[in-house]
């Protein structure tokens, strides 16, 4: 939708949002749902950062640059609890999340240096 | 804020949204996380919801009346489902829904016989 | 992320909050703001309802199909503001609107006739 | 609702996204909108970032307090913006998003020090 500069990691921040609503919904239908409170708990904080992260991206913000800083961190913190469980759910959210915490910073990275 | 037409409304809203947060939050503290994962997932919609009809109200969009509707019905949903249970939060919780489903009955109630 | 069932639809949606975003920030960046009050008070109110669609969706909500129903009701709404400006991106978010409207339409349809 | 540790700053987010959000509505209304471009574009950030700053100290993320960082920036940004123009909406935005940027801004370093 015209913002070609942001396009890809725009993408990448909607799989992570994507994969955590799916990962929180998936851990609440577990038979035993008490080990799974960490993913649930950080799932709804990361599917909220990527996706403002992105709606910030698409819309120019100011401060979107200065967001994916903490949306990278919320990535990781995510993505180290859901891996560790072994269900297929955890496992592709973990996934989603380290793509999006190292698209948000190679992105930060390139920005402050140029 | 100048939006004195919904203002009760609108606190209302954001009461049963804070209440959800808080009750999901509480909920995955608890020892045995896995009863509470209904209550888990309408608390999630339900912040959701009130919270988006809020921010209709207050920027008096023209499809704010509508969306109280649906908040009404997330609103009895979560409170039915936080009410069976007996921690302080639900009890808070299901409370605070069934105040915002009636808030926002009244006030479609109210606009559709006028 | 493991939802086929309405990954189509969900993609929709979120192509379609893409595009009211950027609509937004391209007529607020318009040498004349002042015609295009009504696309972006649309634009906002269209970008929030479908994303939130896209997430109630994803994650399974008992509130998604009945969501849809205002969804459709918030694009043709925008769709037809947009639609009558001539600019690139007005025209852009109109088709994508449009596109939205029919497929929660269309799978609103299908689901109340099985 | 049960989170008297950060009960006030949440009721500051909350008033500052209020007030966003009617600004916005009334930028959006005044007879020429050309000049409040600035002022909806900022709104528009604001409002969103200080309901998911609320949301987070609510349900106690881990993300909650660095959140507070780019919130009172963008409250700053905000305050500055609509500080600018003479309309009642704008001047009570910029009140609100300057007690709120404080606010954000007191409890970080709070924090930080003990």
Do not use: F
């Amino acid at each position: 939708m015209e913002n070609t500069k942001y396009e890809s990691l725009i993408q990448t921040l909607w799989n992570c949002a994507l994969a955590c609503e799916h990962c929180a919904t998936a851990c609440l239908q577990e038979a035993d749902v008490t080990p799974m409170a960490g993913c649930i708990k950080l799932d709804r904080d990361c599917a909220d950062m990527c996706l403002q992260a992105a709606r910030l991206l698409q819309r120019e913000s100011d401060i979107a640059l200065q967001y994916l800083l903490l949306c990278e961190e919320i990535c990781r913190m995510c993505g180290d609890e859901c891996g560790k469980h072994e269900h297929d759910h955890c496992q592709q959210c973990a996934e989603a999340c380290r793509t999006c915490a190292e698209a948000c910073h190679a992105h930060h990275q390139q920005i402050t240096q140029s």
